[in-house]
């Protein structure tokens, strides 16, 4: 049997450490036909270095500055030779059958568009990382597994609102399908809920997101946001978040989601201040700011999307992609 071009996508930042782990276990698959394509963001180790001498083939892009996992790998996207895109973080491991099952999965049915493989973490390796996300009533996502024992529970092929973009891959076909200005990641992300972004691109398009439960890897969860202030983090991931529903959602939708959310976003803010923790509260506060002084790009973005990508209503594909997470859920972020 034929076997199509994968081209894998790894970004990285000072991940010199994490890089003979994912290389390593990248060269004893069972599937050959693959590329790398390797993305630094202006690292001050020596990754780039590392993998010109030991991983020759592997196309490098050194980016003069750190753009972040949502602009880099639109940078490594605008060189892909393959049917299928993998996004993969250099903090992984990869079992040798992973790319093959994943083909299998994504090969299975014209309607999937993208596919994530199991995640476990690497310290604990019979422990789930997340079997991607659910999208819920008051716009925060329900991470489906996330910390779980792997159990038989987990071995089942379902559909997913969001892949994680620790290990997803698409058809590259599906990929252009849903660019906007020809990006498949918004560059303004940096990152953090870009690969949702991208996944609810996809369901208005018409495809689903799969995982595919026999294709395995594990994760070091967090090695490189750890070393990020959790403040920036949070910024990143409340703006996105807010940005993408903006964007994504249709008006019914929209209006339903994202009130409620914005009022979530402000309790937060005000708990964090309320716990004296002043940066985290500010940077949620900061997030809402953004969306509202990018209020024209965002709408601008959003009448490309529902009039150019959107094939399918909501409440056509909601019902796979919505679950509803009790108020202990809610609470657990606290």
């Known amino acids: 049997m034929k076997q199509e071009l994968i081209s894998i996508i790894i970004i990285n930042w000072n991940g010199l450490r994490w890089l003979p782990d994912c290389f390593g276990s990248l060269v004893r698959q069972d599937y050959k036909n693959y590329e790398v394509i390797f993305v630094d963001n202006a690292s001050k180790d020596e990754s780039v270095n590392w993998v010109k001498k030991r991983y020759p083939k592997t196309k490098i892009i050194v980016n003069k500055e750190n753009l972040g996992f949502s602009d880099a790998n639109n940078v490594g996207y605008k060189v892909v030779k393959g049917k299928y895109v993998l996004f993969l973080n250099n903090d992984t491991r990869v079992t040798r059958t992973f790319l093959t099952e994943l083909v299998k999965v ?93 996944c609810h691109r996809a369901w208005l398009e018409g495809y689903h997101i799969v995982y595919a439960y026999k294709s395995v890897i594990y994760h070091q969860m967090g090695a490189t946001s750890s070393s990020m202030n959790n403040a920036f983090v949070q910024y990143h991931s409340f703006k996105n978040r807010i940005n993408s529903y903006s964007k994504n959602l249709s008006t019914k939708e929209l209006w339903k989601i994202l009130p409620l959310h914005l009022f979530l976003c402000l309790g937060f803010a005000g708990f964090s201040f309320i716990r004296l923790k002043f940066n985290l509260g500010w940077a949620i506060l900061r997030a809402i700011a953004w969306n509202i002084q990018n209020i024209k790009r965002t709408k601008s973005y959003r009448q490309y999307i529902q009039q150019n990508l959107r094939v399918q209503s909501d409440q056509a594909f909601f019902p796979k992609v919505m679950k509803y997470p009790n108020l202990k859920y809610y609470l657990s972020f606290l």
């Not at 789930?128 to 991470?143: E, I, M, N, Q, R």
């Not at 892949?163 to 992300?189: H, Q, R, T, W």
């Open 106 to 198: 994504i090969e299975s049915d014209p309607i999937i568009g993208g596919v994530q493989s199991k995640i476990l973490l690497m310290d604990h390796p019979d422990t789930h990382d997340s079997v991607g996300a659910f999208l819920t009533p008051t716009g925060f996502l329900y991470h489906y597994g996330f910390g779980a024992k792997d159990t038989a529970k987990y071995n089942k092929q379902i559909d997913l609102y969001t892949a994680k973009g620790a290990c997803m891959m698409f058809k590259k076909s599906v990929l252009k399908e849903i660019e906007v200005g020809g990006n498949i990641l918004d560059p303004f992300y940096f990152a953090y809920f870009e690969e949702t972004d991208m």
